[in-house]
């Protein structure tokens, strides 16, 4: 029987090898009963994890997590503006990264490969959601095209269609907080003129 000779890594290691947060080593740890990460020793108090099979975990996690260019291509996108912000402000059924490649701005998001693809293959008629940017091939879109307040405000008008427009940004200022009434007037006339030209 052959002894196990590869070396061990504490968590400020994987840090300095690695170059992931302290934070996000900390959240994969403790969601270790759904994610797979390494089991890990205790050498007093500090955990530590055989170095081949991080790195293996690492690897294959990675291959199963995209970043926002590989996101905006499942969707028909040329690029990832959309999804920058979407991933900030999320619109309905948009899913939660899993990670962030710079946690305290909410940059480089990551997202497991299946949520994304699942959002991708149910968003709603054949066509990227509205306020996606230019999918390929497309002519520019309409007013707070890159917007993804255009995408709520489109499900709000489609939800509720009898209702008066005051009403419905009471809805849009309830669901996404932080526009003024006029700013969601102009973007419920962008979403009135998306739905015309449907």
Do not use: C
């Amino acid at each position: 029987m052959t002894e196990n000779t590869s070396p061990r890594l504490t968590r400020a290691d994987i840090q300095a090898q690695y170059g992931y947060s302290a934070m996000t080593l900390k959240r994969w740890w403790a969601e270790r009963a759904t994610n797979g990460h390494p089991a890990a020793l205790r050498d007093g108090r500090t955990l530590t994890w055989d170095a081949a099979e991080w790195e293996a975990w690492d690897r294959q996690r990675q291959q199963d997590v995209v970043g926002g260019a590989e996101f905006a291509r499942m969707l028909g996108h040329r690029d990832n503006s959309w999804v920058s912000k979407a991933a900030v402000t999320p619109p309905p059924g948009f899913p939660e990264p899993v990670e962030w490649g710079d946690p305290t701005a909410r940059r480089r998001p990551k997202w497991r490969r299946e949520d994304a693809q699942r959002f991708a293959d149910n968003r709603t008629g054949t066509r990227p959601p509205a306020g996606a940017g230019r999918p390929l091939g497309a002519r520019t879109g309409t007013a707070y095209a890159d917007d993804p307040r255009l995408i709520l405000a489109i499900q709000v008008l489609a939800d509720h269609p009898d209702e008066r427009a005051a009403r419905h940004i009471e809805r849009l200022q309830g669901l996404m907080p932080g526009s003024s009434a006029s700013t969601w007037t102009k973007i419920l006339k962008a979403a009135r003129e998306h739905q015309e030209q449907q």
